[in-house]
């Protein structure tokens, strides 16, 4: 099994590109669980961060226990941490350590380089942000030492340079 991990800021693709990838490549898609979890929230605090990091691992655990040929997350716990990191100023020790021992074949990282849409989830819709976050995504996944990859422009542009990876 091969894991891809796609990353990156808010609309930037994201899920389009991850639930694409997962079809294409006959391979189980994980769903980003911050969605699921938040939707019917009015606010959230710093706690919730590690209960929306536990589901992700579940997911990501039922997944991988169907042995797929591809395992594609939608999201990952390095978006998380930068959520954290950024909006509460540090992050908690379970998700960084559950994040030293999440697996990876491969990172694809979302450019910000495509239309912000308003989503009611979302807060940061600034571009200057934006390019903050995808620099900041790209300097986690090259420290993971696994091979990334910074995707840029229309989906199939996207998908291609995907493909053309793996």
Known sequence: MRILRIIGGESTGKSTLATTL????????VPEMARIYLEHRASYEQE?????????????????????SWMVCDTDLHVIQVWSEYKYNNCSLHILNH???QAADLYVVCGADIPWQFDPLRENPDPLERNMFERWYAHLAESTGKPFLVVRGTEPDRLQQVHSLI
């Open 22 to 29: 997962a079809n294409e490549l006959g391979g189980i898609l």
């Open 99 to 101: 994040l030293s021992q």
């Open 48 to 68: 919730d961060l590690w209960r929306i990091a536990e589901l992700q691992c579940e997911e990501e655990f039922k997944a991988f226990n169907q042995s797929p």
